[in-house]
Every structure is written in structure tokens, then in C-alpha cells.
């Protein structure tokens, strides 16, 4: 559940605001106070809370100073390119992720290289660069594994199926919601599981297959709400009342999506709500 990661998470961050910045010293290779920040985005995302996690995310830039380490700089970079990029901020996040990238590549910091070269490649894919945004996506997959392993790429893969099937490549996206639910059965990385599952329902629809995209968007909804990740209830809900809602079912339509939408408490200018 996503408050089982939050509490460590917001402990750890209360811990960080008694410590001076000049104080704080690396751990592996990165200043503390920045990937604490950058899960505390991550997390509070997936929550729901938008803004609390665009705010952690901004709260990272101080640690983009030259007087950083590279590490700690391109990570603090990628934080706010992504939380940008999140909340429909795409000029803005690209300047951030293209920083980030020219950091990472002249100090060789080779995990943070590729995650930014993913999250350029879905920009790219999404202003109709399919070729050369799948291009960067899958090289920024495969050296990503090569540096940090599985670690973190279910997330990394429903991201690129997204982007593939908002472009309507549909055999793009299957290679890479495959490689994200092979790492949530074969390893204990979950939190993407709904999404995935919600993404198996947009493939369905894909191929015209309304019953079963259903059941994906209700399953997806129902892992979602058990794990705490209101975003992919509001995702999988989004889905189901368009489906329900094409099919002329509005009362379901909205009995699907209203529940969620109004559990909702912030962030109502991002673009999923």
C-alpha cells in the first residue's frame, strides 16, 4: 500500500528540515535531501495529492547548483522535468530533463542518462515524433536496466506503453506493458500494477474488445483503491466512463468516475483531472 511508503518517506523528510543544507552529506552519491524529495513526489502522486507532489519535487531545485554533485544535480533536474511534464508543463519539463541529460552524460552518470532520455523520448512521441521518441525510449529502457537493474521498471514501462498508445502503436505498446507486468510477477515491485492492468484494458479496446477492456478498467480500479493510488483509480475510472458513455450508459458512466473524481482534493488545473 502507498501508505506504507509514505510514512518512512514523511518521517525521513521531517528529519531533513532540522539538518542545514551545507550540512547534509552524499549517500551514494547523491545529497540525502534529493531522493527523499524525489520519492515523496513519486508517492504523493500516485496518492492523488498533485500538488503536494509537485511541491517536493520544486522543493529539489536548490540541488541543482553547480556546487553539487553531478549526481545529486541531474537527479534533482529529472525530479522537476518529470513533475512538469506530469502537470502539462511539457516546454518547461523538456528544458529541465535536456539539462538533466547534459549533466548526466559529461559526468557519466549513466542510471539518470537513461531515465531522462526516457521521459524526453515520451515528449518526443507525444509531438508526433513516434520514430525517433520510441527510438530514445526503448535505448533509455535498455541502459537503464543495464546500470539499476529491475529496479523501478514496471513504472518505466507502463510510462512508454502510455505514451505508444496515445500514438496508436499498439505493438510498441504491448512489447513494453509485457516487460512491466513480467517485473511485477517476478519480483515484489507492485506499484504499477494497476496501471498496467489499465493499460491491458486500453489494448482492449485497441482490438475492439469492449467486454474485456471493462473488466481491465474495473480490475484496475479495484487493485488501485486496494493499494491506495487514487491516480490509477482516477486513470482506470477516466477510461471506463468514456467506454460506459460510448455504449450510452451514462448513469454507470458516471456512477463509475463521479465517486473518484470527488474524492479529489487538489491539483485541479493537472490534466488528468
Known amino acids: 500500500r502507498l501508505d506504507e511508503s509514505w510514512r518512512p518517506i514523511n518521517l525521513a523528510l521531517q528529519e531533513l528540515r532540522t539538518v542545514p543544507l551545507v550540512e547534509l552529506r552524499p549517500i551514494a552519491g547523491a545529497n540525502p535531501g534529493v531522493p527523499c524529495r524525489h520519492w515523496a ?9 498533485f500538488e503536494q507532489s509537485h511541491g517536493f519535487a520544486l522543493e529539489t531545485m536548490p540541488f541543482a547548483d553547480p556546487s553539487e554533485q553531478a549526481y545529486t ?3 534533482a533536474l529529472s525530479a522537476v522535468g518529470r513533475s512538469m511534464g506530469f502537470k502539462g508543463q511539457v516546454t518547461g519539463a523538456v528544458a529541465c530533463l535536456q539539462q538533466a541529460r547534459e549533466i548526466a552524460e559529461r559526468h557519466g552518470v549513466k542510471s539518470y542518462g537513461a531515465l ?31 546500470n539499476a537493474g529491475r529496479f523501478n521498471s514496471s513504472a518505466l514501462a ?10 496508436g502503436h499498439r505493438e510498441g505498446a504491448l512489447e513494453f506493458i509485457l516487460d512491466g507486468e513480467a517485473t511485477c510477477t517476478e519480483t515484489d515491485e507492485k506499484w504499477y500494477e494497476a496501471d498496467l492492468v489499465r493499460l491491458r484494458g486500453r489494448l482492449a ?8 477492456a471493462e473488466r481491465k478498467y474495473r480490475q484496475a480500479i479495484a487493485t488501485a483503491e486496494q493499494q491506495g493510488a487514487k491516480a490509477f483509480s482516477l486513470a482506470a475510472a477516466t477510461a471506463l466512463a468514456r467506454l460506459l458513455q460510448s455504449q450510452g450508459r451514462f448513469e454507470e458512466a458516471d456512477a463509475a468516475l463521479r465517486p473518484i473524481y470527488e474524492w479529489f482534493t487538489e ?6 483531472l
Open 41 to 49: 513526489a513519486q508517492v504523493r502522486a500516485i496518492q492523488g495529492f
Open 73 to 75: 544535480r541531474a537527479m
Open 116 to 146: 531522462v532520455g526516457i521521459y524526453l523520448g515520451i515528449h518526443a512521441t507525444g509531438s508526433g515524433d513516434v520514430t525517433g521518441g520510441l527510438r530514445m525510449m526503448r535505448d533509455g529502457v535498455a541502459q537503464w536496466k543495464a
Open 158 to 167: 507502463a510510462r512508454v506503453a502510455q505514451a505508444l498508445l496515445d500514438a
Open 205 to 212: 479496446e485497441f482490438d475492439r474488445d469492449a467486454g474485456e
Open 267 to 272: 491539483g485541479f488545473d493537472w490534466p488528468d
